[in-house]
């Protein structure tokens, strides 16, 4: 107590709190209790604060606070909002494990017409492919996960509907032009059950449909056996098996098909 009574000078508070906060074994302790926590014990990585849920953003705000002396409060912190994301993922709003379809997209060639007409047709293209696909990817059941530079990754809940907004955004891409340039769009299907971290999703089944996007031809939409034993027999889609195919990365033994509206 001070001497009139009252309650210790901020300043004195504030070096206690700090030593209390930078404890090696209070640190230590609370990283241990957060192992014994549901969720993602190391949530406040880079990785797992992208996104717009709720813990993301709070979570980038006490990162940010904290960017200059991390400690047991900061883990503290990220412990109730650890918590909070693994019940929101164990209430299926995360997602988690449940089984998705994977869209990769992107244009044919983009590279190299762009080093020929410059970064403001670029540009323009890009934007205008933008308004041309996504909303096909939305319509249908589709959440955009990421951009990525002339392509998009999508999720989907419904293999069917993944593969029409596909063949939807490659028909959409045909009736943009840029100075006489029209560009390809490609896709890549699979379905798996990738992880969720942040606002992305990570792991093998991301990898395959990546790879199984590379290998399209222009205006092509590939699908991985993953996906034709889901849409197999199915009106609205005639399959054609690829048997030339191999991507770095892919397993072995990968099959993949050409989709094409029947």
Avoid at 220 to 245: C, P, T
């Amino acid at each position: 107590m001070s001497e009139d009574g009252d309650s210790p000078a901020p300043g004195r508070l504030a070096r206690l709190v700090k030593r209390i906060d930078n404890d090696p074994r209070l640190l230590e302790l609370v990283r241990f209790g957060r192992s014994r926590l549901p969720g993602d014990e190391r949530y406040g990585d880079p990785l797992s604060l992208t996104g717009d849920q709720a813990p993301a953003v709070l979570g980038r705000r006490l990162s940010a606070l904290t960017s200059e002396r991390p400690g047991a409060l900061r883990e503290l912190g990220m412990s109730a909002l650890q918590v909070w994301q693994g019940i929101s993922e164990a209430q299926g709003r995360g997602r988690g494990d449940e089984e998705l379809t994977i869209v990769f997209t992107d244009l044919a060639e983009f590279s190299s017409w762009a080093l020929d007409a410059g970064d403001t047709q670029a540009l323009q293209l890009l934007r205008d492919v933008g308004e041309a696909v996504e909303p096909e990817i939305c319509s249908r059941g589709g959440t955009i996960v990421k951009r990525l530079g002339d392509g998009l990754m999508a999720v989907f809940d419904d293999p069917e509907q993944a593969i029409e907004a596909a063949h939807a955004a490659a028909r959409a891409v045909e009736s943009v032009e840029i100075d006489g340039h029209r560009p390809r769009l490609r896709a890549g299907v699979h379905t798996g059950r990738p992880r969720r971290l942040g606002g992305d999703y990570f792991g093998v089944d991301v990898n395959v449909a990546a790879r199984v996007a590379e290998a399209a031809g222009a205006g092509e939409v590939l699908i991985s056996d993953a996906v034709h034993s889901k849409v197999d027999g199915r009106e609205g889609v005639q399959l054609k098996r690829r048997w030339r195919f191999s991507a770095k990365g892919a397993p072995k033994g990968l099959k993949v098909y050409a989709a094409e509206p029947s």
